[in-house]
């Protein structure tokens, strides 16, 4: 899913003109990094798939979702050219992934890395409940080391409570189980399983049935315990609270926009009804039309009630709002720098 799939009608275009802000520049990591508390009434459980590109991250999405959301197929150069959407559920809960392009294959990210990483914000805002390290099996290169290294930088310190190792090719083992393949395993392996205490999940993506959906439930009960253990809370900055701000002015907005219309149009068609009623001499005909026109006055209210409900997901189909964010992450570059 791309946040930029769908466009509004003419008064949604009125209103992406008229949402233009400028936001601080600053460091998407943060000293201040927190963690969001979850709302009570959010089923989400949002993931976000991050690593190298090859190491797998589209076709772990698509079995984490149990059919095929992201484009994915064996090769140097990445497919994946934008972060993208995908959801289903899970014992009642929805879960939310969003798989990622190799954000730091290369030494500084460009224009375009930053604009994604933005996007990937503005998919999983108010905050990630789990951040998916995806590392391929006896792949684990220098220039993997580095890509890994770079995106904790990019989440901070204190993200990797709600980071979990997912290793994929666990076909290559060959019947080997995975603790004796840590044994002879590269170092770097060992000491990022170490540094995350232990919490990863292996993954055979060309696992069917009773497999894949083991390997599944494996992941998605690991995200959960990882959750409780988190008292609930979702991963989050100041740029995933100043993204969620601006997404709920926006909302606001456009919801204020959208009562401002059911208004016009009741009146509207109040005053063309009324207007018609006036000039006819026979009462029956005259109730006719009152029915007639409370019919429209509730078909409207209905459209523009629904409107108003999908307020957030109308501000998050607009161009505009991955503008407005990718503010946020001005000054980004010296982030990265060596």
Sequence with gaps: MNITARRGGEGDLGYAKGIQTTMAAQYLSDPRTSHGLANPGDSQ??????????????????????????????????????????????????????????????????????????????????????????????????????????????????????????FTRKDDLDGMDFRDYLKQAPTAIQELIHKFRGRYCVFNNKATGAEQEDQREQLLTLVQDMVDKCKGRYYTNSRYQKTEEEIQKQTQVLQEYYRAELERAKAQIKQEFEEEIRKLKDELEQQKRKVEMEMQLAEREAYWVSRQQTAREDVLSQDKILEIILNVLRGFFSLFKD
Excluded at 68 to 74: D, E, R, T, W
Excluded at 81 to 101: A, I, L, Q, Y
Excluded at 107 to 114: I, L, R, S
């Design 45 to 166: 459980l949002r993931l976000v798939l991050v690593g190298k590109t090859g190491a797998g991250k589209s076709a772990t999405g698509n079995n984490i979702l149990r059919k095929k959301v992201f484009l994915s197929s064996f090769s140097a150069v990445s497919i994946t050219k934008h972060c993208e959407k995908g959801s289903s559920t899970w014992k009642g809960r929805e879960v939310v992934v969003v798989d990622t392009p190799g954000l730091f294959d290369t030494e500084a990210p460009d224009a375009e890395t930053v604009k994604e990483i933005t996007r990937c914000m503005v998919l999983t805002s108010p905050g990630p409940h789990a951040l998916l390290l995806v590392i391929p099996l006896g792949r684990y290169t220098p220039e993997g080391q580095k890509a890994t290294e770079k995106i904790l930088t990019m989440f901070g310190e204190s993200a990797r409570e709600h980071m979990i190792l997912l």
